[in-house]
């Protein structure tokens, strides 16, 4: 994973100025449909320039560090969204520490100073929503104008659409939160992920029937309590497996066994044709679709039937 901390970095770090560079600017959170037009657009622009292509992005999220508490959950945490960047065609990902001093900066000398000075680009790539500086005051119109001034190329995307619903990180997150992964996925153009690391739980699975592997979390936002048909597979660096399995995945606190009020939620995936042992390993799972909220059921055996149940619709969804 190449990315630059900084764009007071780039030559230190890559040994070399940016060469003609057409650079996307965003907070990029989730990565999503419309996220993925500005680099496209980017791309389009450096092939005819033989410049390279470039994603601006900023850590912590602005919102986060002007209002805290009332930030959003994050989506995708900033690793993933290199990642994800890079797979859009980002031939480099640059992160701006987002700090009072960059903060505070004007408009116009966001433009002079960050862009055109620092970060020598040729042409820049916001959506039609772009607002930058102090206060948020540059905009679209304002980053146009002073581009033209500086010999710099501008191209505003228009709102990315899907199914009628605009793409945007905001309605990723009301989609997930609600448990509706389908159309997180819809925006997205990939299904909405979670990674963890398989911790040892109870062990109730197995006695089942169904082995599951339990996950810590390491994101900052889950679909809501149910039970969700995905894939599964192991990211760890040193046993990574591209190979995606079919699974059951679990939210919830576990009702049929717990008591009611119980606070601790438990994530749990059940691969399908999978056998091994991976305690310790790095996992993503990917939402595929909702399959039905979490219930408390009368009996063991009725639990264990309607977790055949969400198997064998597991099996017809992601196989």
């Known amino acids: 994973m190449h990315f630059i901390r900084g764009r007071r970095r780039i030559i230190e770090d890559l040994g070399r100025p940016l060469r003609e560079p057409a650079v996307a600017i965003g907070n990029f959170d989730g990565v999503h449909l419309g996220h993925r037009a500005l680099l496209e657009e980017a791309l389009r622009i450096t092939r005819a320039s033989g410049g390279e292509?470039?994603?601006?992005?900023?850590?912590?999220?602005?919102?986060?560090?002007?209002?805290?508490?009332?930030?959003?959950?994050?989506?995708?945490?900033?690793?993933r969204r290199i990642e994800l960047l890079q797979e859009a065609g980002a031939e480099m990902v640059v992160v701006e520490p987002f700090t009072a001093e960059f903060a505070g900066m004007?408009?116009?000398?966001?433009?002079?100073?960050?862009?055109?000075?620092?970060?020598?680009?040729?042409?820049?790539?916001?959506?039609?929503?772009?607002?930058?500086?102090?206060?948020?005051?540059?905009?679209?119109?304002?980053?146009?104008?002073?581009?033209?001034?500086?010999?710099?190329?501008?191209?505003?995307?228009?709102?990315?659409?899907?199914?009628?619903?605009?793409?945007?990180?905001?309605?990723?997150r009301e989609f997930v939160l609600e448990g509706?992964?389908?159309?997180?996925?819809?925006?997205?153009?990939?299904?909405?992920?979670?990674?963890?690391?398989?911790?040892?739980?109870?062990?109730?699975?197995?006695?089942?029937?169904?082995?599951?592997?339990?996950?810590?979390?390491?994101?900052e936002i889950l679909p809501k309590p149910g039970v969700y048909a995905g894939r599964a597979r192991r990211i760890d660096g040193i046993q990574g497996d591209p190979t995606w399995f079919a699974a059951a995945i679990s939210i919830g606190t576990n009702p049929t066994f717990t008591k009611a009020g119980d606070p601790e939620l438990f994530i749990e995936a059940h691969l399908l044709d999978f056998a091994g042992d991976l305690y310790g390993a790095d996992m993503r799972l990917a939402f595929v679709a909702h399959l039905r909220?979490?219930?408390?059921?009368?009996?063991?055996?009725?639990?264990v039937a309607a977790i055949q149940s969400d198997i064998a619709r597991t099996r017809e969804t992601c196989t």
């Open 180 to 219: 509706r992964v389908e159309g997180a996925s819809l925006l997205l153009g990939r299904p909405f992920e979670i990674d963890g690391q398989v911790v040892h739980g109870v062990g109730r699975g197995r006695t089942l029937g169904v082995p599951t592997i339990n996950l810590a979390q390491v994101g």
């Open 53 to 79: 292509a470039v994603a601006l992005t900023f850590d912590p999220h602005p919102a986060r560090f002007f209002a805290p508490s009332l930030a959003p959950p994050m989506l995708t945490p900033l690793g």
């Open 106 to 172: 004007m408009a116009e000398e966001f433009v002079e100073d960050v862009l055109a000075k620092d970060m020598g680009a040729r042409h820049i790539v916001v959506g039609t929503d772009f607002s930058f500086g102090k206060d948020r005051r540059g905009s679209a119109n304002l980053l146009t104008s002073a581009g033209r001034r500086l010999g710099m190329g501008v191209s505003v995307v228009p709102q990315v659409t899907a199914n009628g619903l605009v793409c945007s990180s905001t309605k990723v």
């Open 293 to 303: 909220d979490q219930r408390r059921y009368a009996s063991v055996d009725e639990l």
